[in-house]
């Protein structure tokens, strides 16, 4: 019965090398968000996708930030050419429908960038 | 614009007591309104989901209102314990995919 799995924990990188966050959705859940949270800021939501699509990119950056959940595998967001500014905690939530209804979030990411 | 506000100051009470915790929104209309409880490094976990056609609704020790006319909802942990202690978030969302979340409220009981 593992939640949603997040890996790594903890990511440091220097300005402008890539940075890839992956996220093992709930079993059987099919649509995952993900959410980036700033120091003394709320969560902000990136991106949905379901399996293979994205439904929902409007709360990505339009440059350097991608978001993939292919058919076998985690879910992957990408961030290439890092910045300070991308120093953040990263959220990945799941759910069995795609309402939004009672997310089921993983323990996150902490990007760190040097 | 939309806003989600939550109490930006701490809510310090004593072991027992009922914390109360505000959540006020403007230019949304949701047709929910969640509450997660999130601690220090950890993802948020879901507590409570009310439907705009509910008043109130309770869990064990925890009770959400929920009105519409004032944009607010309220939620309450009765005889709350140091246990308790933690960021509550308010989210809701208007339509689509993206749920919103206020910045969170932090929660400290005391024993």
């Known amino acids: 019965n593992a939640g949603v799995m997040q890996n790594p924990r903890h990511l440091v990188r220097r300005r402008g090398q890539e940075a890839r966050l992956r996220c093992s959705p709930v079993k059987g859940h099919s649509h995952v968000y993900w959410y980036r949270q700033l120091p003394e800021e709320g969560l902000k939501f990136m991106v949905y996708?379901?399996?293979?699509?994205?439904?929902?990119e409007s709360g990505m950056p339009k440059e350097r930030f991608s978001a993939e959940f292919p058919k076998e595998g985690p879910s992957i967001l990408r961030i290439q050419q890092v910045v300070r500014g991308d120093s953040a905690a990263y959220f990945c939530?799941?759910?069995?429908?795609?309402?939004?209804?009672?997310?089921?979030f993983g323990s996150g990411t902490q990007l760190s960038v040097l | 614009s939309q806003k989600i506000e939550q109490n930006s100051e701490a809510l310090n009470i004593q072991e027992g007591k009922t914390a109360t915790l505000t959540c006020n929104y403007t230019n949304y209309s949701p047709a929910y309104l969640q509450w997660y409880r999130q601690d220090p490094g950890r993802g948020p976990v879901f507590l409570l989901l009310?439907?705009?056609?509910?008043k109130e609704k309770r869990k064990e020790r925890l009770k959400v209102t929920f009105d519409t006319t004032l944009k607010q909802s309220l939620f309450h942990i009765t005889a709350s314990q140091p246990a308790d202690s933690a960021t509550y978030l308010c989210?809701?969302?208007?339509?689509?995919?993206?749920?919103?979340f206020g910045k969170g409220t932090s929660l400290l009981v005391t024993p």
């Open positions: 989210a809701l969302s208007n339509s689509g995919y993206a749920l919103n």
């Open positions: 939530a799941s759910s069995p429908t795609g309402d939004n209804e009672k997310l089921f």
């Open positions: 009310i439907r705009e056609n509910e």
């Open positions: 996708l379901q399996k293979e699509n994205i439904i929902d």
